[in-house]
C-alpha cells in the first residue's frame, strides 16, 4: 500500500513556473513507476509525465516536453515536477500516481494502483 500526497499547486501567470512534489508513505517507493496525470473540468484525465524506478527513464507527454521536468528521490520517497513556461492550457488538477509496472505502459491510467488527491495548477493568461 503506498499513499501518496501532492503539493506545491497554486496560480501563476503565463510564462511562469512551479515545482509540484509528490511525497509517498511506504518502505517501497523504489519498487513503483512514477507518474504525473492532469484533468481539467469536462476532460479525462491526461497523462504527463512519468518515470522508472530508477530514475533512469523518462517519458513525456508532447505538450510538456521541453518545458516540464520529472525527478525523484527514492531515499525521500519523492517524486516532483518542475513546470516551466506554463500556458493557460496547463490549469488543471495534477494528480501523482504509482504503478507497479515497467515504464512501458506508464502513459495509460489504468495501469496505475495508487493515485494521490491531486493539487490545483491555475495558470493565468
Known amino acids: 500500500q503506498v499513499q501518496l500526497v501532492e503539493s506545491g499547486g497554486g496560480l501563476v501567470q503565463a510564462g511562469g513556473s512551479l515545482r509540484l512534489s509528490c511525497a509517498a508513505s511506504?518502505?517501497?517507493?523504489?519498487?513503483?513507476?512514477m507518474g504525473w496525470f492532469r484533468q481539467s473540468p469536462g476532460k479525462e484525465r491526461e497523462f504527463v509525465a512519468a518515470i522508472s524506478r530508477n530514475g533512469g527513464l523518462r517519458n513525456y507527454a508532447d505538450s510538456v516536453k521541453g518545458r516540464f521536468t520529472i525527478s525523484r528521490d527514492n531515499t525521500n520517497n519523492m517524486v516532483d515536477l518542475q513546470m516551466n513556461s506554463l500556458k493557460s492550457e496547463d490549469t488543471a488538477v495534477y494528480f501523482c500516481?504509482?504503478?507497479?509496472?515497467?515504464?512501458?505502459?506508464?502513459?495509460?491510467?489504468?495501469?496505475?494502483?495508487?493515485w494521490g488527491q491531486g493539487t490545483q495548477v491555475t495558470v493565468s493568461s
Open positions: 500516481a504509482a504503478n507497479l509496472g515497467g515504464i512501458g505502459q506508464s502513459k495509460t491510467t489504468s495501469v496505475y494502483d495508487f
Open positions: 511506504g518502505r517501497t517507493f523504489s519498487s513503483y513507476t
